[in-house]
DNA sequence: CTGTTAGCGCTTTCAT
DNA sequence: ATGAAAGCGCTAACAG
């Protein structure tokens, strides 16, 4: 800026005035500072604008699990819809699942000074981290609610979802179910086990725990546990997959099995209509999660110190029929 | 930080020494001011940091069209890795195809002093826009060489890929193939059409104009086009979708059609291999993509200032019989 | 209307 | 080993 100044023959502050649309600055000193700050190819730095008392940084952060998997980018979408419209930037940090990266990576946007940060957070105690970190910037927790805190949290109903699609297969004519799911250290897979067992309370029928194998991480050990299922002694009839790699495990394994089963499966497909396999698919709308998460967290930078808030977005069922 | 002194009796001076792990610091003066920070969670700004001489945001900015897309995705998930690796931290804009929007997103990104760009450029002029910033920070360019001017670029064989995949049309003993394009004002879709153009030659054939179909912007009005294309009075027996909103849109068509027509398409497909339409895809790996985009501007930010390199990066055929 | 000055949070000489 | 002071790029009084 010093430079334009300079080459313009005027002061800083009037430059100052000329960016910030200053009222206070003659039309001709106007056009001539504009002139040499295009010519120039001048742009004023905002982290010195920053600096000054009072100013925030207009950039939010998102600390998510793993950008490429379908739900996280949709997550994503919404998130940089709304900040898109709140004139903020987005930091994007991945936590791979390791609490220490989410940590680190907390800590490294506090550093930065982001106005708030939403987090997909990883297994893990936060009561500590959230105690550290809070008083730099409000946070909103997607998807689960972090460990050993009473924080604001967007997520779906996961128990709900899944009860309503193992509902599902019992309607269908099954009583075998199994189920094939990933993490069990995050919440989310502990709701939708949970709503797996309700559902067979509801028909009161009592769970075959070997029908239930857990802790699966990708596809391909998802469809190796389902396939070893099916192979077994006595085999489920259909499979409730808790997630959508999880599903497309499953769904190939139920591809290449010479028995005909059903799946059902937590998170919506791409396609699902068009596969050769019956599936029955627990979707919502993931654009509006991460939306929603931003609204709260823009409503919580903008001043707004309610009691945490816990925001459940509903579920739904799509059945396909498959080709069979 | 200020405060920080206060609370420990040393003066800043001490504490930033401390905080730069600095050796001109006693043991035990290290260890109070130590305890202090921890004991107020003070965390340093890096804003204030980086406005030292000869600092840099450690920071790039990842420019793309929409997140949500899976191929986008991938590459943000390359883009996240590389620049986890090299210490820095990602700041990502969505453009929505407007090069508008991309423009003042770039200018926001130079504002805030990132050390360099990754970009999908939007279809436009990229000259003036590229002169103006290219003075404040390095840029790829990913997926598309950006119209009017020559910079790095790293993308695909998309020309190559969509030959292929006619050509495996053809050896399939098709010869009616139509065409469902994307965008037609970015180079991706003019290059993969002109792979088509260059399949029919190869085969001595002629293309007919009346089946091919462009400029669709999501699935829903590939597949309308697709059915109108069916509903012709030659209609094509298969069709080739030269992306993968365009292929999903396809499929629905040829799964819905009375018609037994094969389907190619650009773009991989989970679940590809479970549908009950045949279909071969154009695969590639996007991650790697992302990665390779960063590792080559890393390299540029690292002072490296060679002639501007474009990386192709090759593609296959994947062919999945379909369970007809 | 415009220039001078102080200060944002930090690092880095330069003294002590 | 530590502190005082200058300066990074900018804005906001405060003068003129």
Known sequence: MHHVAKAAGVSVSTVSRVLSNGKYVREDTKLKVQKVISELGFQPNRLAQGLRPGQTTAAIALVIEDIANPFSS??????????????????????????????ELMREMVRRRVDGMLVMPAAGDHSALHAELIQWAPMVFIDRPPRGIDADVVLLDNRGGARQAVRHLF?????????????????????????YRQAFKDQGRTVDPTLITLDHHDAESARDAAVALLASASPPTAIFADNNRMSVGVLKAAHESEQAIDVAGFDDLELAELLSVPVALVTYDA???????????????????????????????VVHPGMR
């Open 74 to 103: 949709a997550i994503a979408h919404g998130v940089e819809e709304a900040t898109r419209q709140h004139k903020h930037l987005l930091v994007v940090g991945a936590t791979e699942r390791s609490f220490e990266l989410q940590s």
């Open 171 to 195: 309607d269908s004519g099954h009583h075998r179910i199994g189920y094939v799911g990933g993490a069990t250290s995050v919440p989310t897979g502990s709701r939708r086990l949970s709503g």
């Open 287 to 317: 654009v509006d999660l991460g939306r929603r998460a931003a609204e709260l967290l823009f409503s919580r930078i903008g001043g707004d110190s309610a009691q945490p808030r816990r925001i459940t977005l509903p579920t739904s069922l």
